[in-house]
T-cell receptor
């Protein structure tokens, strides 16, 4: 069990550029979650996958954001035409069953800075 | 919808003193509750969870929390803190009716343990 892995750890990009983050969940976990955490705030839910199906999306996930989980393994989160307000820590988590059974295991996050 | 209020944004204490971090939640459905800890530049680590059953739950690192349904609270306690407990602590709530997989987090409490 190597835990939830997120890459890259840090990303600095210019406003208007596209960025993509990757999350590798714990191998036997079929549920995967993306959260965003801004400075001084708790994590905010973005989206949830069960296997390859995206079952929940937050209204925070504007049309510039897209998440995928092909084949139900790793997941990618893409932000198009980045804005300074997108600067945040993007956290990925996974679980074997629902959050109410075991809670999540979080990765270390990808810190995005938009300049 | 669920919401979480962490009543103290910062809590300074001396080493070996007891500490209580307060969390109140709001929900129209039954819930499960979590406390997570976040060290600087890292993801969140699960401290403990309340799913059902005994209202006093014990977690890692000597922490415990008590679920109080009538007061809609889930306060975190430790009888004697260490310098290494300095971190940010997040309370989170989820729906126990299968309606959503997302967790709603509070804004966090920064615990600083001084020598």
């Amino acid at each position: 069990d190597t835990g939830v892995s997120q890459n890259p750890r840090h990303k600095i990009t210019k406003r208007g550029q596209n960025v993509t983050f990757r999350c590798d969940p714990i191998s036997e976990h079929n549920r995967l979650y993306w959260y965003r955490q801004t400075l001084g705030q708790g994590p905010e839910f973005l989206t949830y996958f069960q296997n390859e199906a995206q079952l929940e999306k937050s209204r925070l996930l504007s049309d510039r954001f897209s998440a995928e989980r092909p084949k139900g393994s790793f997941s990618t989160l893409e932000i198009q035409r980045t804005e300074q307000g997108d600067s945040a820590m993007y956290l990925c988590a996974s679980s074997l069953r629902g959050a109410g059974d075991y809670g999540y295991t979080f990765g270390s996050g990808t810190r995005l800075t938009v300049v | 919808a669920q919401s979480v209020t962490q009543l103290d944004s910062q809590v300074p204490v001396f080493e070996e003193a007891p500490v209580e971090l307060r969390c109140n939640y709001s929900s129209s459905v039954s819930v499960y509750l979590f406390w997570y800890v976040q060290y600087p530049n890292q993801g969140l680590q699960l401290l403990l969870k309340y799913l059902s059953g005994s209202t006093l739950v014990k977690g890692i690192n000597g922490f415990e929390a008590e679920f109080n349904k009538s007061q809609t609270s889930f306060h975190l306690r430790k009888p004697s803190v260490h310098i290494s407990d300095t971190a940010e602590y997040f309370c989170a709530v989820g729906r126990d009716d299968g309606g959503s997989e997302k967790l709603v987090f509070g804004k966090g409490t920064k615990l600083t343990v001084n020598p």
